[in-house]
């Protein structure tokens, strides 16, 4: 039986659209930059909020069946990512936003003024407020790089992806969690390409394990640059060019990687979850949900 056949889908998407709902009114009534700690409080009790839920729901369902939350961590031996392959294909992912600025190039101004224009919305002006007081600061690393990580992988790849497969096929479950993960984050493209690679370890390597490192190291790479490279002062920063040439390096080996990694680990259009996958459940049930 497969648990997730219990996990009403419908208060995913109340929570989301009450989450957004709530942000566009605290942007209009108040000044986000001015008012940092109310939104970053607004944003990790959404985080929390989200982190409980799914835990109740787990302990409900594993009421009835065997769910629990150690499934998302199974130990599996047998994938095909070497360590090696893995380093390169998290460069890549850090550096899809070149991949994101240079499509943006191509598209007209009104695009890019609007794409501008999220960059600097709700979740990115508390993340990267200029206010760098110990407790701003603790709270942007609390949010960006411990509860994010954590919440976005089970509740994007752990909890949708499972679910919406059993009313779905696998590939059109994936997509739609991808898109409401991009939806959630400024940078939409590489948010977009980011959120399909998590996707795609998670099913691969029946385990959230890697896209919960990844996300957490990409987070904390996004927060330790922000907090220590000044961008008003981009134009006399001066980079070594040991360092230009080990990035201009990183740049053709990861970019090509990235390629072959969707080609060959691309989704298949079918129906079953990753997690029946992992456990061997009741196939005849899945289809008939």
Same mark, same amino acid.
């Given at each position: 039986m497969n648990p997730f056949k219990y996990i009403k889908i419908r208060y995913v998407f109340i929570l989301i659209v009450t989450f957004i709902t709530f942000n566009m009114l605290f942007d209009i009534w108040f000044d986000v930059e001015s008012n940092v700690l109310g939104a970053l409080m607004t944003q990790i009790g959404y985080q929390l909020t989200i982190i409980i839920w799914m835990l109740y729901e787990m302990l409900q369902v594993n009421k009835k069946v065997d769910f629990k939350i150690s499934?998302?961590?199974?130990?599996?031996?047998?994938?095909?990512?070497?360590?090696?392959?893995?380093?390169?294909l998290f460069t890549s992912l850090i550096f899809s936003v070149v991949i994101s600025s240079a499509i943006l190039q191509f598209m007209p101004d009104f695009i890019q003024d609007y794409f501008t224009r999220l960059m600097t919305s709700y979740e990115n002006a508390t993340v990267f407020s200029q206010d760098s007081s110990l407790i701003i600061s603790s709270?942007?690393?609390?949010?960006?790089?411990?509860?994010?990580p954590i919440m976005e992988e089970f509740f994007y790849r752990g909890f949708l992806i499972n679910r919406l497969s059993l009313k779905l096929n696998l590939r059109w479950a994936v997509f739609i969690s991808t898109l409401l993960f991009t939806i959630g984050h &400024? *940078?939409? $493209?590489?948010?977009?390409?980011?959120?399909?690679?998590?996707?795609?370890?998670?099913?691969?390597?029946?385990?959230?394990?890697i896209p919960i490192i990844f996300h957490v190291a990409n987070n904390l790479f996004a927060f330790t640059l922000f907090k220590t490279f000044d961008a008003t002062q981009a134009d006399s920063l001066i980079i070594p060019d040991l360092v230009t040439i080990i990035i201009f390096l990183l740049l053709i080996i990861s970019f090509p990687l990235l390629i072959h990694f969707f080609?060959?680990?691309?989704?298949?259009?079918?129906?079953?979850?990753?997690?029946?996958?992992?456990?061997? &459940? *009741?196939? $005849?049930?899945?289809?008939?949900e």
């Open positions: 499934h998302f961590f199974q130990d599996n031996n047998q994938n095909d990512f070497s360590i090696v392959y893995l380093f390169f709270l942007q690393f609390l949010s960006m790089v411990v509860l994010a &400024g *940078d939409i $493209i590489s948010s977009f390409i980011k959120g399909y690679a998590f996707s795609i370890l998670y099913i691969k390597t029946k385990s959230l394990k080609y060959m680990y691309r989704v298949k259009d079918e129906k079953i979850s990753p997690f029946e996958k992992i456990f061997k &459940g *009741d196939d $005849i049930d899945v289809q008939n």
